[in-house]
């Protein structure tokens, strides 16, 4: 009898189907068995690696959100409950969630490296602290930066977790490093045993009296009694130790906005929502996110640097990354006559030492009610009277950058990017117009550093670089750390190409001593400046970069780009005038110009030219022919006067200066880089030799702030030189920003001492102020039609203003230094710190 009727649906399937593949089937499956046989009988034969491949991340799944927390009474019973389970898996699940550490690690390296080579310790004799070090995940990884065995005299692990610890003794056994103990302890009762050392050199015994290094990576987030935690650090480190901390937080930007002292709030902020989920979802193992934990490590320790960073691969989780020092190191006397040193170097000031201080202010009150104080040291003596630390500033390895308050909106404005990413001024007229040397105290606008560094060359006494943009100074402050830190090889890469693959790892491993907080923490989230495969690089940035990109679209368009190349490599102006009317004509077309060039939204977003310097060439332009004063406002005439002055400017050059080899300025815009044979002298082998050697930029002070402002808290008649560029075009003509700032630039220069200024304008309506304020004005570089006045030929005029006279400083200049410290705490926003 049929088991299945051929009328059913079951016989109408299988009578359709091809014995063929009915074959197959059957084939397949007999395979798979097979198969599956064949593993279960290997599996049998052979152990299989649960802490690998798949079950790594199953365990840290299970571990992390459906494993149930163990019942206990005290924090070892709690971490062994979560840890215990993924302990052989750990390393492997928190590479990519535990960002940073190895940033961490390479900073506080950098830091250690600092001080060998500046004799503050030697090779060797290090003792460090890794506190929760869990599984010795970070020890290892510091190898990268350092050699451990032998760098180190001992390192000490310290974790509560019994499972971790055990993953650490079997880590270093496998290394082989004998200088290394794992100790199973709370952190909070961890104390380092006595060593005695004995110098090879002197035979002299010394005791170890603490940690040179401690570290806590994503441990203090899981500690409940943090701050005895954060209290034991600072007896547990040197009084010159340095702490480094990784970890996760959330903290609204208004929690630190009224403080000096963190060392910048540059990306802190981490929005409601942000905050509100990452507390709860952490929460669930036991990880606290409450901005108290960062907060009061700041509290209890000096910011040497803070950054703060997202996990973008994992959702954007925030984390930060924190290097810091014993805050009383600069508050003992010692400190405090480092402070009064630093503070008499910001203002020119003589200095005074602590035991004579109190009584030269009471003859200088006597005379006077006031006494010239930088912000900084107002700052600073408010911070020591509150026990709070002081701002990151005094804590850096070089004092040459100044406290600023980098929330103010003065400074805000800019966002997050400088304007100019090279100068736009010829340093060689700057030196045969002033002849620098070696008794000078400069005063100078910083835009890219380019002719700060230029002057430094000439070793001045000591040079106030001053801008109001942060951006512009962390840009000098990238061109010094790199001159300190780096071979010419590598600082041309930067500042020559403009681009360098390796700059991250050249930022966190060498530059970060040299660099202050705020300054590092802004070139660590634009390191893509350097290091993307795209575009020009450093060249290519900055808010001038619209205008020079644009350029170089047209020529693109146009199918101009060999002829560019041509005009940057021929070796003769005759050459080189035969190339530019090919170019010129698309360049200089008057519907370019109309269109885009000539509108005040170019002028100001794509060149950097402000509203009242662009009123200025187009007044020129009406005295000049003759016209009524009341077509200003036509949109045609305007256009005419702004296509006129690029015309003056870019034709001269090509006739008279050599762009493939000399005029280092129009070959980056065209070139989107210098060459070997074009560039600024900063950036040739000599200079580095000069610039690279120790103690080079001793003599630098870098301010951001107004110009009056600078000028207000330095000390009178203390500059010889002031080179103020084109910022006085900058003001309204209707206002009194000029006659002030000439007023005290008079007060600040010495007798005889030079302004040197340049103007968009033949004739600046401002060279009136300063001639009713003590100067002589002398025009010593003038425009015209078909002449270059220098390499650049941008401005109109040149002017040397020579203080022939002493005038009176108006008395609303007076400073408030002579405030009560009550009265000086009332005047915080006024004193914008």
């Not at 928190?94 to 950098?110: I, N």
């Not at 401690?214 to 702490?243: Q, R």
């Not at 630390?389 to 966002?415: A, C, E, M, V, W």
Request: charged residues 20%; neutral net charge; hydrophobic residues 40%.
């Amino acid at each position: 009898m049929d088991l299945v009727s051929s009328s059913s649906p079951v016989g109408s399937l299988l009578n359709s189907v091809d014995p063929q593949y009915a074959y197959i089937a059957g084939t397949a499956f007999l395979v798979f068995a097979l198969v599956a046989a064949i593993l279960l009988y290997s599996f049998r034969k052979q152990k299989v690696d649960y802490n690998s491949g798949i079950f790594t991340y199953l365990k840290f799944i299970y571990a992390s959100f459906l494993k149930p927390h163990e019942k206990g009474y005290g924090q070892q019973d709690a971490l062994e409950s979560f840890y215990k389970t993924q302990a052989g898996v750990y390393d492997a699940t928190r590479k990519r969630l535990l960002c940073g550490r190895e940033d961490m690690l390479g900073l506080v390296a950098a830091q250690m490296k600092h001080k060998v080579e500046s004799k503050a310790l030697r090779h060797g004799e290090a003792v460090w602290v890794d506190m929760g070090g869990g599984t010795g995940y970070n020890i290892e990884a510091m190898a990268a930066f350092l050699p451990v065995d032998s760098f180190f005299s001992h390192v000490y692990l310290v974790d509560l977790s019994p499972s971790l610890c055990d993953v650490a003794r079997q880590r270093f056994q496998r290394l082989g490093w004998k200088n290394v103990s794992v100790v199973c302890q709370d952190v909070r009762t961890f104390r380092l045993p006595e060593v005695e050392n004995v110098d090879p050199r002197t035979k002299v015994s010394t005791t170890t009296s603490g940690a040179d290094v401690a570290t806590m990576s994503y441990s203090l987030s899981m500690i409940p009694d943090y701050y005895s935690v954060v209290d034991s650090l600072t007896s547990l480190m040197k009084t010159s130790g340095i702490l480094g901390v990784c970890d996760f937080y959330v903290q609204s930007i208004v929690d630190v906005s009224s403080r000096n002292y963190i060392g910048g709030a540059f990306n802190r902020h981490v929005n409601w929502l942000g905050r509100l989920f990452w507390r709860a979802w952490f929460d669930l193992d036991r990880v606290s996110l409450e901005a108290a934990r960062r907060d009061y490590l700041e509290y209890r320790f000096g910011t040497v640097i803070s950054a703060s960073e997202r996990n973008y691969l994992l959702g954007g989780i925030p984390y930060y990354i924190f290097i810091g020092c014993q805050k009383d190191v600069v508050s003992s006397p010692a400190g405090n006559d480092a402070i009064e040193k630093l503070d008499a170097s910001f203002t020119e000031s003589p200095y005074l030492s602590p035991a004579n201080h109190r009584q030269e202010v009471e003859k200088a009150n006597e005379q006077s009610a006031r006494e010239i104080r930088s912000k900084a040291y107002e700052s600073a003596i408010i911070n020591l009277d509150s026990n709070l630390p002081l701002p990151s500033t005094f804590y850096q390895n070089h004092h040459y950058r100044i406290f600023y308050n980098d929330l103010l909106p003065k400074h805000t404005q800019f966002g997050n990017e400088y304007i100019y990413a090279f100068n736009w001024e010829d340093p060689r007229v700057d030196h045969r117009l002033l002849n620098i040397t070696r008794d000078d105290v400069i005063l100078a606008i910083t835009s890219a550093g380019d002719n700060v560094l230029d002057y430094l060359q000439n070793s001045p006494r000591r040079v106030h670089a001053v801008d109001l943009n942060p951006n512009q100074n962390h840009l000098l402050e990238l061109k010094v750390a790199s001159f300190i830190a780096l071979g010419h090889r590598d600082v041309w890469k930067i500042f020559g190409e403009g681009k360098h693959p390796e700059f991250r790892q050249l930022l966190v491993s060498k530059l970060s001593p040299h660099l202050s907080s705020q300054a590092f923490q802004y070139w660590l989230e634009h390191t893509h400046v350097f290091t993307s495969s795209h575009g020009k690089g450093l060249y290519e940035s900055g808010g001038s970069r619209h205008a020079i990109k644009m350029v170089r679209y047209i020529f693109k368009v146009f199918g101009l780009e060999s002829e560019v190349r041509k005009l940057c490599e021929a070796q003769t102006l005759p050459e080189q005038r035969a190339i530019w009317p090919r170019i010129r004509r698309v360049l200089m077309s008057r519907p370019l110009h109309w269109a885009v060039v000539g509108t005040e939204w170019f002028a100001w977003k794509a060149a950097g030219v402000p509203r009242n310097q662009r009123n200025m060439i187009i007044d020129d332009y009406y005295k000049r022919n003759g016209l009524n004063q009341n077509m200003k406002q036509s949109k045609d005439v305007s256009g005419q006067s702004i296509w006129e002055y690029v015309i003056d400017t870019l034709d001269p050059v090509v006739q008279d200066t050599m762009i493939s080899n000399d005029n280092y300025f129009y070959f980056l815009c065209l070139q989107g880089q210098f060459s070997r044979k074009c560039h600024p002298a900063y950036l040739s082998p000599r200079a580095h030799v000069k610039l690279s050697s120790p103690g080079a930029f001793d003599s630098l002070r870098i301010h951001t702030d107004e110009i009056n402002e600078v000028i207000k808290r330095i000390t009178p008649r203390s500059l010889t030189i002031a080179v103020v560029m084109d910022s006085m075009d900058w003001f309204d003509t209707d206002g009194v920003e000029a006659s002030s700032q000439a007023q005290t630039l008079n007060y600040a220069l010495k007798m005889g001492g030079r302004i040197l200024l340049r103007s968009a304008s033949i004739e600046p309506w401002y060279i009136k102020q300063f001639e009713e304020n003590g100067f002589s004005a002398r025009r010593v570089g003038a425009r015209f039609q078909g002449t270059c006045i220098d390499r650049v030929n941008m401005y109109a005029s040149t002017w040397i203003c020579t203080k022939t006279k002493e005038v009176q400083r108006p008395s609303t200049d007076r400073g408030i230094s002579s405030l009560s410290l009550d009265e000086k705490r009332s005047s915080v926003d006024h004193l914008e710190l």
